[in-house]
């Protein structure tokens, strides 16, 4: 991609999971388009805003046929279609409410956004053709122009990388999908399911997956998520941007036949995970959210990357999530997921499988049609497959979803009824409350330190780039507890950090002070250790003043 912009880490390229150093790692250094994230945030990212919904200019379009007279079929015989044909269309449309530059003659001009939609069809009247693997990669719009040639050669890059290591070969030449282009709608009201890509991925990288779900009564509605500026292929992190196209993909769904416009979904996968929950976060209206290894698992756990003040942005409203949530991922950290504590989420590890093997260029292409196969990932995304269509179909319908005692070992049931504060939570208070009335609402609840809390949460904020937000969260703690020497101790560090020696000293001299006299009343005690450190760090401001 040529757009600059900060983003977290993102794993296109095929590696295993072996332990979370070894992955960070891997992920700083891959990435589909090859280049290494930047430290300083976009100003795209930080500017883009979900937009009020406007009025959109659709064409539909029809795709030309493949010329494969007998090809063999791409479905793995394990994965159980539903009782639906499988259509396939796709749709062109500018955003009127948003601008993009024009790779061609440089003008800006409304903003593209391609779907690529699959659905239910009537199998008892066949319609439609037939579509071979290949035909995925093409973009038959009428209206895409310069953007064709661009988003084509985007997906078939993208698929060579995922499947063949850039290398790729014929041997999915003779493959054959279970969708029909243009096929006729089936009668009936049919849920949608939103679903983003990740990271320069492709609009049908999980193509089986999408088809999967249509057979069984879906309209799945994925899109080809072009950068903020236009000037790259696909779509850096900036949920601001993908909020906005979310909004715009349901609004052309809306109007489509045979969908429920009352019952949708949201799914993704790595970035696009991430995307989905915070757009499920943003108080749309949704059923439940979906995240295929969103990445969030390999944060570090002392400096989680979701916590710097551009990501905070979206994902560090966790208390507004409130929707079921089904959370599959390959191991990792599931510090984020445990704080989503308003929302009934189901977790399943998937251990075994690398991070493209849970969508179709990974999980069936690569494992079941090349020479890398390998049985125990096909296996693997059949699983992800089946828990992904159990749980919407639970979720749409009403259906009561089974309790803990009968999950597989490998699946985790985190209920809805919060427990008692913690950091994340707390965070997540101080950033839509602020940090004084955060502290009261912890105050007010049992069993929540808030003083404690929101000296941790103080300490995270200044690591992860947020020094102002901290000086206030450290000020109010001091505030409200003016008597505890640890208060001031942790405000005086942090202007120390930041170079405000006189305001550190003023600050470790209060401390200092109040951990006397804890130190009086309790004799041989941790106090005495922590005067003298308060004592040395008074010391080494006075000598620098000199």
């Known amino acids: 991609m040529s757009a600059p912009g900060w983003r977290p880490p993102e794993r296109r390229a095929t590696l295993h999971v072996a332990g979370v150093l070894g992955v960070l790692l891997a992920l700083m250094s891959s990435g589909c388009s090859g280049e290494t994230p930047p430290s300083q945030p976009s100003q795209a990212a930080a500017s883009s805003q979900a937009t009020t919904p406007g009025e959109t200019a659709v064409t539909s379009t029809t795709m030309q046929p493949s010329q494969a007279d007998t090809p063999a079929p791409v479905w793995l015989p394990e994965l159980a279609p539903g009782p639906h044909a499988i259509g396939y269309r796709q749709q062109w449309f500018e955003d009127p409410t948003r601008s993009l ?6 003008d800006r001009i409304k903003r593209p956004i391609l779907l690529a939609v699959w659905y239910p069809s009537d199998a008892s009247v066949p319609s439609g053709e037939a579509m071979l693997v290949d035909d995925y990669l093409r973009v038959a719009a009428p209206k895409a122009g310069a953007w064709r040639a661009r988003l084509e050669q985007h997906v078939q890059r993208v698929r060579d990388q995922e499947v063949f290591d850039g290398e790729p070969t014929d041997e999915l030449a003779g493959l054959k999908t279970m969708a029909r282009r243009d096929a006729e709608w089936a009668q009936g009201s049919f849920p949608i399911v939103l679903a983003h890509p990740g990271l320069g991925a492709s609009f049908a990288d999980n193509f089986v997956l999408w088809e999967h779900l249509a057979s069984h009564g879906f309209v799945v509605v994925s899109g080809a998520f ?40 949201v799914i993704g996968h790595s970035y696009g995970a991430q995307a989905a929950l915070a757009y499920a976060m943003a108080g749309r209206d949704l059923l439940a ?5 969103s990445t969030l698992e390999y944060a570090s756990a002392d400096d989680p990357w979701y916590e710097r003040p551009e990501p905070a942005r979206y994902l560090g409203r966790r208390d507004k999530l409130r929707i079921p949530a089904l959370i599959i991922h390959a191991g990792g950290r599931t510090d984020y997921v445990e704080g989503l504590t308003h929302a009934e989420r189901t977790l399943v590890s998937m251990p075994g499988l690398r991070h493209n093997d849970f969508i179709a260029h990974g999980g069936v292409l690569r494992a079941a049609h090349t020479a890398h196969a390998d049985p ?54 101080i950033r839509e409350l602020g940090p004084a009335a955060a502290y009261d609402r912890c105050a007010g609840q049992a069993r929540c330190d808030a003083e404690l809390l929101l000296n941790d949460a103080g300490y995270v904020l200044a690591r992860s780039g947020s020094p102002t937000l901290a000086e206030q969260v450290f ?9 505890s020497w640890n208060a001031w101790d942790s405000w005086a ?3 120390e950090q930041q170079g405000l020696t006189a305001e550190a000293i003023q600050r470790y001299r209060e401390a200092l ?19 003298a450190r308060i004592e040395a760090r008074l010391a080494d401001l006075a000598s620098a003043r000199r």
């Open 101 to 106: 530059i024009d790779p061609v003659t440089g």
């Open 289 to 293: 959210v979906v995240s295929l290894d």
């Open 376 to 429: 125990e990932i096909r296996a693997g995304f059949v699983q992800v497959a089946d828990a992904v269509r159990e749980f919407l179909s639970q979720v749409t319908t009403g259906t009561e979803r089974p309790g803990a005692e009968s999950l597989p070992p490998n699946w985790t049931q985190l209920p809805a009824s919060p427990p008692p504060a913690d950091l994340a939570l707390v965070l997540a208070w």
């Open 475 to 483: 000020a109010t703690v001091v505030d409200r507890v003016p008597d």
């Open 226 to 265: 072009l950068d903020a500026s236009g000037l790259g292929s696909a779509i850096e992190w900036d949920p601001g941007t993908s909020i906005a196209d979310l909004d715009r993909m349901f609004e052309a769904a809306a109007t489509w036949p045979s969908v429920d416009p009352a019952r949708v979904v």
């Open 493 to 495: 560090e942090l202007a």
């Open 513 to 531: 002070e109040l951990v006397r006299v804890v130190e009086r009343a309790q004799g041989e005690s941790k106090g005495v250790v922590h005067s």
